[in-house]
Each structure stands twice: as C-alpha cells, then as structure tokens.
C-alpha cells in the first residue's frame, strides 16, 4: 500500500512581487485599495494566531483567519496584492492559509501619529 500524498498547503491570498497596492475583499460588504507606500506596521501575537492587525494610512485592518503565518510573512515583505474572505468549508486542508473576516476601521485624523497598533491604544474593532 502506498502511503498518503501529501500536497503543499493552499495560500488563499495573492501574491505579486512589488505591488503598489493591497486589496482587501470582504466578498460581502466592501472591496478596499490601499497604497503599500502608507504601510506603517503589521502586528501578529504568538498568543491569538488567527488574527493580524495592520495599519496602512489612516485604516486598520484587523485579518482573522487559519494558518495566517504565511500571510504574515507576504505582508512583511509587501507582496501581497489581494486578499479575500474564504470560508473553512472552502478549503481542502488544515494546513491552508486562509482569511475568515476582515474589518476595517478608519482612524480618527491626527491619531496615527500618537497610536500605533502595538501599543495597546488604538482600538481596532
């Protein structure tokens, strides 16, 4: 008997090598263009692993999803051009990467000076 095929997990997001933007696609409410060239930071705790916190010009963007390490590391390297909501049942394996809810928040001008998302005072949701 032979044993199981294994296949590399599924990435449910787009990857581009220098895109100018980054799209984030709720597939339900809003579909949103932001410039890579206003990305502050982007946050991840070890401790809640299925969420992503990024703050990109004067937005927020909480990710919540599955296996989100790999986005992570698109993100730090600004390749990601796209990413869209995706359901568990939509996707094969445990080991796929994929975005469950995206929430987006504007922040009140003059704040992104004085909160970033690490410390604790900007209140994403």
Known sequence: MN?????????????????????FDDRANFRRTLPWIQFTEARWDYDDPSQI???????????????????????????????????????????DSFVTEIVLTKV???????NKIGTGQLSLL
């Open 3 to 23: 044993p199981p095929i294994t296949r590399k997990p599924k990435l449910h997001f787009e990857k581009h090598e220098k895109p100018e933007h980054i799209s």
């Open 53 to 95: 916190f990024i703050l990109i010009g004067d937005w927020t963007v909480l990710l919540q999803g599955h296996n989100l390490g790999p986005l992570f590391e698109a993100i730090e390297l600004r390749q990601v051009l796209r990413v869209k909501t995706m359901q568990p049942d939509q996707c094969d394996s445990e080991r």
């Open 108 to 114: 009140p001008s003059g704040d992104l000076s004085k």
